[in-house]
């Protein structure tokens, strides 16, 4: 792999203050993820109404394949909007992709059911996923580059941020979920209550729009004269863009393991209510709001690799044990216990990650290179996890299942990071 170009990070016009710019990368984020999650928490719910079957665990598959398809689409978004972003600035990439995000939750808001309009519902929710999927594909790499490309010797506490408001938008798609769960009855919400966290984001996204218009691009205009950084990307960083996908692998298959899937886990394998793994998916994400700027500054001071590999590993050697705990024990307090573990775990991983895909690309091809290799971590180890752990579960009549495959993902992780420290790569 060729070395990273010597360019630095472009540098900040005037000295606004960190926080503003936190929010404006993070906002976009955190929808995004609130969009996911409440897709993933009212799936269910959605297969009933969007997916009817005879069986319903084909139900359920057709639901949860939809949203992994739609997340082909993520690495296509990376290339366009991150090199929209490499050329017109990072202000310019966060915009676009908000706004699309925007349309396609209004979509998913509004759209109506396989009752009244037949196979145009599932169609549509389908198109739905797909915009927003592509948006999403934009997001992470002009919001990451916003942040890191700031002048401060805290790369690694700027970058958390951005999976910090994972880690909020979790929270608030929970609390929806366990609101909605335990005070609406279930006819209440297949009629209209599975919409309510759709409309939540549609009045969050003119918040994050009017925020992103009103702060400063750090690619200053000399910087935007690459004129192909999708072509220079994969002619030049091939290799980084394939490790930075294999760094990615553990963390993303936890988050759409340990997150998004675990309350269909808690309904259809441990036959707790729903409302149980809503509350333990508030932990988590509580967790990973609270704790990831703070691993993200141990990361600054201590080293982001070993950070990394730490939690990698406990990963690997506590996901059987927790998975098997939790069928012999399948209660709230066993789950919470296993649910703030995970999360704990994803913290630390998750500190450092950022700063560490980010030092792979130099800056006039950060917001694509950024964009292509998360996103297809997402997409290959991520978008189709729910889909897979319910056909591995299917196939093995296995609720233990699911771990074999977080263990994978643990190990490849492992490999990918010790090449990255090897590689001595220069820290931006």
């Known amino acids: 792999m060729q070395s990273i170009a010597s360019e630095g990070p472009a540098v900040r016009r005037d000295n606004r203050p960190l926080k503003r ?18 897709y993933g928490f009212f799936a269910v719910t959605l297969s009933k109404l969007f997916f009817p079957a005879h069986d319903q665990t084909v139900s359920l598959l057709l639901t949860f394949g939809t949203f992994g398809l739609s997340y082909i689409f993520r690495p296509l978004g990376a290339l366009i909007l991150g090199r929209y972003a490499d050329r017109r600035g990072r202000k310019a990439g966060l915009l676009a992709s908000l706004g699309l995000t925007t349309v396609g939750t209004l979509i998913c808001a509004l759209i109506p059911t396989y009752a009244s309009i037949g196979l145009a519902a599932p169609i ?15 997001e992470f790499g002009s919001g990451t580059a916003l942040m890191i ?40 919400i297949e009629a209209w209550g599975w919409r309510v966290p759709f409309v939540f984001g549609l009045l969050v996204a003119p918040v994050g729009l009017y925020i992103r218009r009103h702060i400063d691009d750090t690619l200053q205009p000399s910087a935007t004269n690459n004129a192909a950084p999708i072509r220079d990307l994969l002619a030049s960083h091939k290799g980084r863009v394939l490790l930075a996908t294999g760094i990615m692998a553990v963390s993303t298959a936890a988050s759409y393991l340990m997150i998004l899937y675990m309350p269909t886990y808690a309904v259809k394998q441990l036959h707790l209510p729903a409302s149980t793994g809503f509350a333990a998916t508030v932990l988590t994400g509580t967790v990973l709001m609270v704790l990831t700027p703070y691993m993200g500054h141990l990361a600054d001071k201590y080293g982001r690799s070993r950070m990394m590999t730490l939690a990698a590993l406990l990963t690997l050697v506590t996901i059987y044990p927790c998975f098997r705990w939790l069928l012999a024990a399948p209660t709230f307090s066993v ?3 296993i649910m703030l573990l995970a999360g704990v775990l994803k913290a630390i991983y998750f500190g450092p990650l950022a700063a560490v895909l980010s030092s792979l690309f130099p800056a006039s091809l950060r917001s694509t290179g950024l964009g292509l290799s998360y996103n297809v971590g997402v997409m290959v180890f991520g978008g189709f996890t729910p889909w897979l752990v ?35 790569v220069k820290h931006i």
């Open 21 to 38: 710019l936190i929010v404006a990368s993070s906002i976009g984020n955190a929808l995004e993820w609130f969009d996911f999650a409440a």
């Open 124 to 138: 549509g929710l389908m198109l739905a996923r797909v915009l927003i999927s592509f948006s999403t594909g934009g």
């Open 149 to 188: 490309e700031q002048e401060s010797e805290r790369k690694s506490f700027l970058g958390s941020w951005q999976f910090s408001s994972q880690g909020m938008a979790t929270v608030l798609a929970s609390f929806a979920g366990l609101a909605l769960s335990s005070q609406l009855s279930t006819d209440q």
């Open 335 to 337: 789950l919470m216990s």
């Open 390 to 424: 319910t056909a591995m579960i299917g196939w093995t009549h296995d609720p233990v299942s699911p771990s074999f495959y977080l263990m994978g993902c643990a190990v490849l992780s492992l490999a990918c990071i010790g090449i990255y420290h090897r590689l001595a």
